[in-house]
T-cell receptor, first 112, second 116 residues
Framework: KNEVEQSPQNLTAQEGEFITINCSYSVGISALHWLQQHPGGGIVSLFMLSSGKKKHGRLIATINIQEKHSSLHITASHPRDSAVYICAVRGNYGGSQGNLIFGKGTKLSVKP | DGGITQSPKYLFRKEGQNVTLSCEQNLNHDAMYWYRQDPGQGLRLIYYSQIVNDFQKGDIAEGYSVSREKKESFPLTVTSAQKNPTAFYLC???????????????FGPGTRLTVL
């Protein structure tokens, strides 16, 4: 079983829709990251959070440490939001303490 | 502009040849990382370096080698011992080592390596 699971794997939405991407993890963490990967391959960090909620523009990220779950929401989605969204957690155990463990990503396509 | 550069964007090599992927950062970051991305898989850590002249193996280091002679440079060599070298390779850096606490990683544009 993967330590970081994302759902859904693929998501198609109409422009303007509210979008939610989920991330569940099974290890102890000190932080969770949401990343965006565009078709060209480059990755941009969207959020790093360890509790509560963060908002940046139309993007909102929440985390529930007790439930080991995080969500990324996109309000008023736009075709330019089409990308792969990756959840990654910073483990707090073992020899590679602190290194990131990545989910497989959620591919989002927003149609005009 | 500060950032991470990887070159080239696309790289083709014949089977059995070693190839070195470049990663340079001008962010003055202490830590640097190499990841591999395969279709349908999450990023996997190959090697990381927390400081100049020091580096550690990640989860999939076999068939790879690195050096960290300068703070700004962390080249990755894919050797002929790597059984499935065709992949997308991403370099990243962070201001502090991961063991120092949560801090953001900045990623380069990636190099797509194809071994023929």
């Amino acid at each position: 079983k993967n330590e970081v699971e994302q759902s859904p794997q693929n998501l198609t939405a109409q422009e303007g829709e509210f979008i939610t991407i989920n991330c569940s993890y099974s290890v102890g963490i000190s932080a969770l990251h949401w990343l965006q990967q565009h078709p060209g391959g480059g990755i941009v960090s969207l959020f790093m959070l360890s509790s509560g909620k963060k908002k940046h523009g139309r993007l909102i990220a929440t985390i529930n440490i007790q439930e080991k779950h995080s969500s990324l929401h996109i309000t008023a989605s736009h075709p330019r939001d089409s990308a792969v969204y990756i959840c990654a957690v910073r483990g707090n155990y073992g020899g590679s303490q602190g290194n990131l463990i990545f989910g497989k990503g959620t591919k989002l396509s927003v149609k005009p | 502009d500060g950032g991470i550069t990887q070159s080239p964007k696309y790289l083709f090599r014949k089977e059995g040849q070693n190839v070195t992927l470049s990663c340079e950062q001008n962010l003055n970051h202490d830590a640097m990382y190499w990841y591999r991305q395969d279709p349908g898989q999450g990023l996997r850590l190959i090697y990381y370096s927390q400081i100049v002249n020091d580096f550690q193996k990640g989860d999939i280091a076999e068939g790879y080698s690195v050096s960290r002679e300068k703070k700004e440079s962390f080249p990755l060599t894919v050797t002929s011992a790597q059984k499935n070298p065709t992949a997308f390779y991403l370099c990243a850096s962070s201001i502090l080592p991961a063991t120092s606490g949560p801090n953001e990683q900045f990623f380069g544009p990636g190099t797509r390596l194809t071994v023929l």
